[in-house]
Nanobody
Framework: QVQLVESGGGLVQTGGSLRLSCAAS????????MGWFRQAPGKEREFVAI???????YYADSVKGRFTISRDNARNTLYLQMNSLKPEDTAVYYCAVGTIAALYPAAYDYWGQGTQVTVSS
């Protein structure tokens, strides 16, 4: 049974930091692409960041320079370090796993339940 469980979300002030975790179980995902997506109320789920092929990363322009994606293969866990947070970062954040590194949600095979991030102005 494959499960992805996000944690670390919460309420933070503008300019603050938060680190999200995504703990995977059921399979080992060291050779898979893992990504973060987010969805704000009334909006489409959007790409945030991906990590694949032993540490290659790519970021959405909206978070570049502020967010850092990483993984700990020993713990089968994906992370998203979020710095300099802005109110527009407010969303439910989801982690996802797939065999292909891609920027669109349909490419991913497994999803977590999401964790809420709220950035106050």
């Amino acid at each position: 049974q494959v499960q992805l469980v996000e944690s670390g979300g919460g309420l933070v002030q503008t300019g603050g930091s938060l680190r999200l975790s995504c703990a995977a179980s059921g399979r080992t995902f060291s050779s898979y692409a893992m990504g973060w997506f987010r969805q704000a109320p009334g909006k489409e789920r959007e790409f945030v960041a991906i990590d694949w092929s032993g540490g290659r990363t790519y970021y959405a322009d909206s978070v570049k320079g502020r967010f850092t994606i990483s993984r700990d293969n020993a713990r089968n866990t994906l992370y998203l370090q979020m710095n300099s947070l802005k109110p527009e970062d407010t969303a439910v954040y989801y982690c996802a796993v797939g065999t292909i590194a891609a920027l669109y949600p349909a490419a991913y095979d497994y999803w977590g339940q999401g964790t809420q991030v709220t950035v106050s102005s």
